[in-house]
């Protein structure tokens, strides 16, 4: 019921290709937050979201909330090496931080 | 850096061991939270505490258990260890007690290695 799902697991681009994650849910969400963890690194706050239908950007990375807030999605424009990692959406829920299991994004040179 | 440290960055022990892996939370944050993750697997909420009280418990087994220090700090106790207990074990902190708008900052975690 508290679960979000993320998909894909894994993504392999080419650099400069775009590349795109999605963090889905059954239930209702007062908020979606977004993580990337860089390999032998530490989660590393992103953004977060919380109004129906939000859109956010961070220069090549655009952050959207669905209007039902059931889903959220991460699109990075024009990947570069920089962008690999893996890349987690959370939500929080009675003092509970609950993480997707990830997409982890490989670029290729 | 985020401002939050854990200790110590690794940790080899064997089974059937107890150890205590420390957190010391960003300056002025109230509240910590303890996290696993294993080999290829995601983060795992362990549990959550605020300005000294327990506020939420997740996936925490009952040979572990922690709690947080009048200064803040907190620590994470793991007894009885087994092999499946080996993961990086991370701490983050956040400036209140959680809800819809804070934002965690992670340490560098503890890498655990059971034997």
């Known amino acids: 019921g508290q679960q979000v799902m993320q998909i894909p697991q894994y993504q392999h681009v080419q650099e400069g290709e775009d590349f795109t994650t999605y963090c889905n849910s059954s239930?209702?969400?007062?908020?979606i937050q977004w993580y990337k963890q860089r390999p032998g690194g530490h989660p590393v706050f992103l953004i977060q979201?919380?109004?129906?239908?939000e859109v956010k950007k961070q220069k090549r990375l655009t952050f959207q909330f669905g209007e039902a807030k059931k889903n959220s999605s991460l699109h990075i424009t024009a990947t570069q090496t920089t962008d690999v990692g893996t890349y987690f959406c959370?939500?929080?829920?009675?003092?509970?931080?609950?993480f997707g299991p990830g997409t982890s994004l490989s670029v290729i040179p | 850096d985020s401002g939050v440290t854990q200790t110590p960055k690794h940790l080899i022990t064997a089974t059937g061991q107890r150890v205590t892996l420390r957190c010391s939370p960003r300056?002025?944050?109230?509240?910590v939270y303890w996290y696993q993750q294993s080999l290829d697997q995601g983060l795992q909420f362990l549990i959550h505490?605020?300005?000294?009280?327990?506020?939420a418990k997740g996936n925490i087994l009952e040979r572990f258990s922690a709690q947080q220090f009048p200064d803040l700090h907190s620590e994470l106790n793991l007894s009885s260890l087994e092999l499946g207990d080996s993961a990086l074990y991370f701490c983050?902190?956040?400036?209140?007690?959680?809800?819809?708008?804070?934002?965690?900052?992670f340490g560098p975690g503890t890498r655990l290695t059971v034997l």
């Open positions: 505490y605020y300005n000294g009280e327990e506020r």
């Open positions: 983050a902190s956040s400036r209140t007690s959680g809800g819809s708008t804070d934002t965690q900052y």
């Open positions: 239930t209702t969400l007062s908020n």
């Open positions: 959370a939500r929080t829920s009675y003092d509970k931080v609950i």
């Open positions: 300056s002025g944050d109230l509240s």
């Open positions: 979201l919380v109004k129906s239908g």
